[in-house]
């Protein structure tokens, strides 16, 4: 009864935020304020619903709520969904919800239909150190803000666009103005970076102490450390002043791109990432 309750409650969010996602389209093509404001309090409701999910199914399987990928996928999207709401209060940029959360959708919707929903938590009974929590906790931290800075930098590139092609709209003024994009997408990866390195540090050590078959030659290490790089240059290029506007917003794209590539390619070549136990 407990799980078909829990169900019950995600896909009920998951309807939520199916409206909440077709309002803030409607708002993004017509300017509707009224809707934008519909959608942000569903969206609100949605991070409770998923937050309420979350915590019951931690109780109930007993397991730590990002150690497997169904669960990890969950704590993924409300991770975004969260920093969308906060960012949306402090900085107040409208469409960085919705981008956000057509993402996150999309993403959480895929959850539904795929093999892994099955999947059983067996691996928290494998852990005997704490360290691999911290591990997860920073590794996906440092995942969604990634995201949101990689939103930003779209939205630069579409800002770019449209003030190329002189089509002064109400979306173009609503997209932020391109030097604050830059700005946040670039404080956003200032943030992430550390994290992103001790997630990789912490993962490392708890790997080489408690595996016998892990290696530092590891697919999953290398492409970590190489994202790593990757993003510790483009912060570099554009503090130096090497790279600046619709060039590091490119950058950034790309850098996104190359994370992606390590979590979903080369965690499947790895032999030891929790993804494939």
């Known amino acids: 009864m407990e799980l078909l309750n829990n169900s019950i409650i995600y896909h009920v969010a998951i309807i939520l935020y199916a409206c909440s996602v077709s309002l803030y389209c409607i708002d993004f093509l017509q300017s509707n304020q009224r809707a934008n ?9 949605v991070w409770l619903l998923q937050t309420v999910f ?6 109930e399987t007993h397991a730590n709520p990002v150690l497997t990928l169904l669960s990890g996928v ?7 969904i969260t920093l969308s709401l906060i960012l949306n209060r402090l900085q107040r940029i409208d469409f960085l919800v919705f ?8 993403i959480s919707a895929l959850s539904i239909f795929t093999p892994f929903g099955k999947t059983p938590p067996v691996l928290a009974n494998r852990l005997v150190s704490e360290l691999v ?11 969604a803000t990634f995201t949101v800075s ?4 779209l939205m630069y590139l579409l800002q770019y666009r449209l003030l190329k092609q002189k089509k002064w709209t ?7 103005n391109l030097p604050k994009l830059n700005t946040l997408s670039y404080v956003l990866n200032i943030f992430a970076a550390p994290f992103f390195l001790f997630a990789i540090l912490l993962g490392c050590i708890w790997a080489y102490t408690k595996l016998e078959n892990f290696h530092w030659y590891d697919p999953k290490v290398i492409g970590s450390f190489v994202v790593f790089i990757v993003y510790c240059t483009g912060l570099y290029l554009y503090t130096s002043g090497k790279l600046q506007g619709k060039q590091i917003a490119h950058w ?3 850098a996104f791109l190359t994370l992606l590539i390590n979590i979903f390619l080369l965690s499947s070549l790895t032999s030891f990432h929790f993804w494939n136990l």
Do not use: D, E
Not at 54 to 59: F, L, T
Not at 133 to 143: D, I, K, P, R, T
């Open 37 to 45: 404001r519909t959608a942000f309090w569903l969206l609100a409701i």
């Open 54 to 59: 979350m915590c019951i199914r931690a109780v």
């Open 74 to 80: 969950y704590f993924y999207v409300w991770l975004l």
């Open 99 to 106: 981008f956000t959360n057509v993402l996150a959708f999309s």
């Open 133 to 143: 929590y911290v591990h997860v906790g920073m590794a996906f931290l440092s995942y």
């Open 150 to 153: 990689f939103i930003f930098s």
């Open 170 to 176: 109400v979306r173009l003024r609503r997209l932020g």
């Open 252 to 254: 950034n794209v790309g």
